[in-house]
């Protein structure tokens, strides 16, 4: 399948397509590697949390900002 097939499919179809292709890698046998800029946002990010520079809100207050 084409990207230009998949981009004509409805929006609902190439959710469940989607859907079906994480599916399929969760149950992969081999284990897939993070790439490494992935490790280095966690780094950046647990390293502001350890600073105290970070600011922490909650998931109700996160919700709250978003309406």
Request: proline share 3%; charged share 25%; with cysteine.
């Amino acid at each position: 399948m084409t990207i230009t097939e998949i981009k004509a499919l409805p929006v609902s179809e190439r959710i469940m397509l989607m859907e079906e292709i994480w599916d399929s890698l969760c149950h992969e046998q081999e284990q897939i590697e993070s790439p490494v800029w992935h490790q280095n946002i966690l780094n950046d990010r647990l390293e502001l949390l350890n600073s105290k520079q970070a600011t922490l809100i909650s998931l109700q207050e996160l919700k709250n900002t978003n309406r």
